[in-house]
Nanobody
Framework: VQLQASGGGLVQAGGSLRLACAAS????????VNWYRQAPGKQRELVAT???????NYTDSVKGRFTISRDNARNTVYLQMNTLKPEDTAVYYC????????????WGQGTQVTVSS
C-alpha cells in the first residue's frame, strides 16, 4: 500500500495550492481520507476529512478556505487550499483509514507547503 502526496510548494499569502493524495494497493472507496499538517515545533493536527459516504469536516482555522474532495475512480483525494496564510505553512500528510477495519491505516510521505507573507 502506498499513498503519494503531491502538490506542495511555495506560494504568497492569499494564493492557492491543490494537494493530491493518490493511493495504490487499496481502494479509497472503503476508506476515510484525512489531511493532517505539522508545522515546525508543533503537533500534527487534523485539517480535513472526507468520509467514504461523502461527508467532509474541517478544522475551524481552514473552514471556508480549504475544500477536500475525492475521486474514487482515480483513487485520489484532493485538498484545495485557497486564501493561504503564513500560518498554513507546514508539512501536509494524507492518511487513509478503513471505515470498518480501523487498524487498516496508512500514511503518505508528506508534502511541504510554505506560505510567504
Amino acid at each position: 500500500v502506498q499513498l503519494q502526496a503531491s502538490g506542495g510548494g511555495l506560494v504568497q499569502a492569499g494564493g492557492s495550492l491543490r494537494l493530491a493524495c493518490a493511493a495504490s494497493g487499496i481502494s479509497f472507496s472503503y476508506y476515510a481520507v484525512n489531511w493532517y499538517r505539522q508545522a515546525p515545533g508543533k503537533q500534527r493536527e487534523l485539517v480535513a476529512t472526507a468520509t467514504n459516504g461523502g461527508r467532509s469536516n474541517y478544522t475551524d482555522s481552514v473552514k471556508g478556505r480549504f475544500t477536500i474532495s475525492r475521486d474514487n475512480a482515480r483513487n485520489t483525494v484532493y485538498l484545495q487550499m485557497n486564501t493561504l496564510k503564513p500560518e498554513d505553512t507546514a508539512v501536509y500528510y494524507c492518511q487513509a483509514q478503513h471505515m470498518v477495519v480501523q487498524d487498516h491505516l496508512y500514511w503518505g510521505q508528506g508534502t511541504q507547503v510554505t506560505v510567504s507573507s
